[in-house]
């Protein structure tokens, strides 16, 4: 089925559009919260970890999340190509779609993203139908190498995962964004709706936040808030922000006053 | 207090009493520690020189309060920190200590804590720890679970919607072979989704095979490491031999294995030195290999059968939650074990703060769930002989009532969390 939007303004992936650009992580808040969280959110796509899907017994994390929203899989725990693909495909087996978010990390420490590693998965993957979602470390040759090998988008991080830092890597992102066809949305480090609007603002195309959210007193409220500011961070970026005025006024007589014709 | 643990066991036949005496007794009857035995691999490593310079200058009693506030006022944590934050003078912040830790854990772990239950399969041993209740020379009743029995407990234990499972065996490298184990690991890949180890020290060939059976992580615990005061307490056998349980958990990971747990039992040496060389251990073995998987276990001493007279008495709750929250703060990243060892309210208390994994469910005897928690089949298992317990344990509640718990206190219990990939 193919997604479509009821705003003039979606988020297009791989042909799938989305009224929302705010796409939510699940796997670091209670179960039970998951609803509310996507309600307020406005979201329409909700990150879950195949390995958290591999239980069996009881609460499992599949059966929180409402009908209707695109479930988007990670392969955390994988710390290859290959790993990557064989979680991908067993994801498919679960039920949740061809869209596949990739993660590779060969640092238990810092959870930064092996690019090379992903580069190989999203080609793989591509081929075989997935709609490839790779999460990087915002570098241009590598996002470039995504796009060749079949990404639907590129998730550059803002931050170290978990960080709450914000956009640490702002200037790659920018570059990203200016360059690469394909919708750029920034995957981690996101800590504040205030850093998310910075981030639309930039020109990003979506925004994905889980630690933020599940660090937060009130989630669902939290969930509202980041919506707002996404919205809000579009609308500036469409509408084209103003020149940042230097100190003081600009001179009166202009500079190149003198030049006759 | 080594004093006090050398208590001759009961109903010893003589032979052995003489050699238990022996062992105590003269230290020149005691084979050489640091001495690697027959068939024990050796490795190059440096990680080992690093912990112990770091731990042999550290003195805890150097560090200020002024230490401890600019080590909590930093992002980062670097190994200056930690020593502060392990600190008498840290005693005084331990409430700031805690907030500083839960921030951390939920950053890394959110709101999830990872249940697990562990299955003793044998208690079997082949050396002589003097605080250990399955030491050799005690007289308790020794089992080691057939295959059929394994398949029974484990059946039982996967009924209660444990997914994550712990196999652990006594230290006997002939009742309970790599071989068996390896066994085991194969009939518990059929009901859990997660298999880790705590067995004897072994070599990278054993572990990789043991991997390929489904074991993937491997927790061995150093007991303390201070070399001096090891000597003391494990005086017979393969255990006796220091630098080779110390190398295990990176002839875990060169064997494959996809993480590894470290562990001091509180109260056998200088609890801050022990708690900074464990921290330490962990954290050069993950510089080495940034893929691994690293998680902290935190035991204290617990009464064995025929001693009753061994108590944690060198560590406080107090000072075992400081230990959890320097971990915490030093390695964010780091999965943390708060065992049954522990009362109830310690552990509610502890997930809140930094722990991200306990058991539940638990017995540490041999062949026992059938008996403690099964209500079906009693009959068919009342001739089954089961083993006496390594130690007592404090939480009882089974799984349920803890997940209960974790959920009252706005946590997510996790059953699982992993794949095979």
Redesign the interface.
């Known amino acids: 089925m193919i997604h479509k939007s009821t705003t003039n303004d979606p988020l297009v992936i791989a042909g799938h559009e989305f009224n929302s650009r705010f796409i939510l992580g699940s796997?670091?808040?209670?179960?039970e919260l998951i609803d509310s969280a996507i309600n307020y959110a406005g979201a329409e796509m909700i990150t879950l970890?195949?390995?958290?899907a591999?239980?069996?017994?009881?609460?499992n994390i599949l059966e929180f999340i409402p009908q209707g929203v695109t479930l988007l899989p990670n392969t955390s725990?994988?710390?290859n190509a290959e790993?990557a693909v064989?979680?991908a495909k067993?994801a498919r087996e679960l039920g949740c779609g061809n869209f596949v978010k990739i993660e590779i990390?060969?640092?238990?420490?810092?959870?930064l993203p092996e690019n090379n590693e992903t580069i190989k998965a999203t080609e793989i993957l591509a081929k075989e139908g997935f709609i490839v979602m790779p999460y990087m470390y915002p570098d241009l040759n590598v996002a470039r190498h995504l796009v060749n090998a079949g990404a639907a988008c590129i998730m550059p991080l803002g931050a170290p995962i978990?960080?709450?830092r914000g956009l640490s890597t702002a200037d790659f992102i920018q570059i990203l964004v200016d360059e690469i066809e394909l919708p750029i949305i920034v995957d981690a480090g996101i800590g504040a709706p205030s850093q998310a609007c910075e981030a639309m603002e930039m020109g990003v195309d979506a925004i994905m936040a889980?630690?933020a959210l599940?660090?937060a007193g009130d989630i669902p409220l939290m969930a509202s808030a980041f919506r707002k500011a996404i919205e809000a961070g579009r609308e500036a970026y469409l509408s084209g922000l103003g020149r940042v005025l230097a100190r003081g006024a600009e001179a009166s007589d202009p500079l190149t006053g003198f030049l006759r014709d | 207090m080594q004093q006090e643990n050398l208590k001759k066991s009961e109903n010893l036949s003589d032979l052995g009493s003489t050699l238990q005496q022996k062992l105590e007794q003269n230290p020149a009857s005691r084979t050489d520690h640091m001495e690697y035995q027959a068939g024990m691999e050796q490795i190059e490593s440096e990680v080992m020189t690093k912990v112990i310079s770091q731990m042999t200058s550290y003195d805890p009693a150097a560090y200020t309060k002024q230490d401890v506030v600019s080590a909590l006022n930093k992002r980062g944590c670097s190994i200056q920190d930690l020593k502060a934050l392990l600190s008498p003078a840290a005693e005084s912040y331990l409430e700031e200590l805690a907030n500083k830790a839960q921030v951390k854990t939920r950053k890394q772990f959110g709101n999830n804590v990872y249940l697990f239950t562990p299955l003793y399969l044998a208690n079997y041993c082949e050396n002589y720890c003097v605080y250990c209740g399955f030491n050799l020379f005690n007289k308790i009743k020794r089992q080691c679970l057939n295959f059929e029995q394994i398949e029974t407990e484990m059946k039982i234990i996967s009924d209660t919607g444990i997914e994550e499972i712990l196999l652990l065996t006594g230290e006997s490298y002939h009742r309970s072979s790599i071989d068996y184990i390896g066994k085991a690991c194969k009939i518990a890949r059929k009901y859990f989704k997660m298999i880790g180890l705590e067995i004897y020290p072994a070599n990278i060939d054993d572990y990789h095979y043991l991997n390929q059976c489904g074991a993937d992580y491997v927790t061995v615990f150093q007991e303390t490491y201070d070399s001096d005061i090891y000597e003391t307490l494990h005086l017979f056998g393969h255990k006796r031999v220091w630098p080779y349980r110390f190398e295990s958990q990176e002839r875990a990971l060169r064997a494959g294995m996809r993480g590894v747990g470290f562990g001091t039992l509180f109260g056998l040496g200088d609890f801050r030195k022990d708690a900074l060389a464990t921290a330490l251990h962990a954290y050069y073995l993950q510089r080495k290999y940034p893929a691994a998987e690293i998680s902290l276990s935190v035991p204290r001493l617990r009464p064995i059968i025929n001693n009753q007279k061994i108590k944690f008495k060198n560590v406080s709750e107090a000072q075992l939650c400081q230990i959890v929250m320097a971990y915490r703060i030093f390695l964010p990243f780091a999965g943390i074990t708060v065992s049954t060892r522990e009362s109830a309210e310690f552990r509610n208390g502890i997930v809140k703060i930094g722990a991200t994994k306990i058991s539940a469910g638990v017995s540490t005897g041999i062949g026992d769930h059938q008996e403690k928690y099964a209500e079906e089949d009693q009959e068919n298992f009342s001739n089954c002989e089961t083993g006496d317990e390594q130690f007592a344990i404090e939480d009882t509640r089974s799984l349920q009532q803890v997940y209960d718990d974790l959920k009252a206190a706005g946590l997510q219990p996790v059953l699982n969390d992993y794949l095979y990939v």
């Open positions: 796997g670091k808040y209670s179960l970890a195949v390995r958290r591999n239980t069996t017994k009881s609460e725990g994988a710390r790993e064989r979680i067993l990390m060969q640092d238990s420490k810092y959870l978990g960080s709450n889980n630690t599940a660090t």
